[in-house]
DNA sequence: CATTAGATTAAGGTAACGTTAAACCTGTGT
DNA sequence: ACACAGGTTTAACGTTACCTTAATCTAATG
């Protein structure tokens, strides 16, 4: 599978250029021309690494770090500066870049720095198939193993970590106290469904504003329970 | 502050003839006469460019340049082989060679190849693949092999400073320990084994202000350790 | 209001992790 | 060749956090 790059520079001749050699050296590469844009495509694109210029339309590229950083996507960066200052290296490489190189550069140079990278991290199997669940406030970050509410990380035990996954994956599904110990628990439990109650009750707790009115976890009397739907997302209701 | 070049080759006449040109030219130079001697200079002597003869005491040229790009290091190489054999360039390319040189060659000649390379890669200080990990207060060179804390510098053992690396280069990402021994320890460990454990605590009593609340590395139950991610580095709040 | 299903809480057992010391290598100098 | 030192690994033991059970409490249904 090839590996996947994003662009993002607002002069034709140079992105043009990037793109032009990255595909020849067998990468997939797609351009965007704002900082904004680089968000839309996260998620159709899912790029394994970002060619990011510092000055950018709407956003610029210390703001595209930052903000890809405090959303917990830790694809690598590679910075693109014209200036040779040194302040700006420092500001880009304290905002979570991993990389960054003084315009004008060599195509040949950019390529090797890319594979510089890629030989540091592709040791890993799937870079890219970091799946991110969001449900509104809620986030559940496979690779990280980490679960945010409005951003804050919150601590969850590894049962409630798979309980809630398990949810995810199935999203919008009633699920039976039955289904749950199958796939959350090894092939055959012997003990009793209740358990699954518990483990429920203490990721309420958690991850609910209130938890006597869930708006994730919703119980499902005589059945079991379910994880708010794509559809029933934002049910305002007084 | 002068370049500083390291040259490689035993036949004495050859090197003689190299330092003193490069010498003249205004370059720092020091050499040694077999490949493993090449990894007793990179510490103390931090070459910015190796010229590296192909047929060596104790170690090939090829070998000590698949070996220094093994330890991530990307100081550019000009290779000299005696033989017009194009294979040898290829060889000596595909193991990390950034240029070559068949013998016999005009001191001059050498002298513009060396001013080519460093016109490539000047555009950055020092030297180009030295990454350096920042997280908080502490900071890992990689070329240097240095971890400091506070700027100050902590003395770790090999295993610790590439376990440690291997985190920094998942930054965020839980990795198990399965994961951890096939990238630091190089082999495919089945069963039950807790070196890991041991080096994790080992790193934890030189990097965390106290092991028992660790703030880099931290324990992620029934799967394995993660280096703190990019977003929870502050989060400051009452 | 009785009955049933779900929610909550506390307590004990246990598997996983942490730590330490000792054994085992490996390279160096005498 | 030998002893020594630093580093790594093994193994044993201590500790903690988590899972489960079970008992009690609360909310829904008829």
Known sequence: MKKKILVVDDEPSISMLIEFNLKLA????RCVHDGEAVFDMLKPFRPDLIVLDLMLPKMDGIQVCRELRKQNNAVPIIMLTALQDVTDRIAGLDNG?????????????????????FRRT?????????????????SVFTEQREVRIDGREVELTPKEF????FLCRHRGKVLSRQQLLHGVWDYHFLG???IVDVHI????DKIERNARTPEYIMTVRNVGYKLTGP????SSLA
């Open 26 to 29: 067998g990468y997939d590469v």
């Open 97 to 117: 870049a991993d990389d960054y190189m003084t315009k004008p550069f060599s195509p040949q140079e950019l390529l090797s720095r890319i594979q510089a990278i």
């Open 122 to 138: 592709q040791s890993l199997p799937g870079n890219s198939d970091n799946i991110v669940h969001d449900i509104g406030r809620l």
């Open 162 to 165: 798979e309980l809630l996954l």
């Open 192 to 194: 009793d469904t209740r």
């Open 201 to 204: 009750s203490h990721l309420r």
């Open 231 to 234: 559809a029933a997302a934002d």
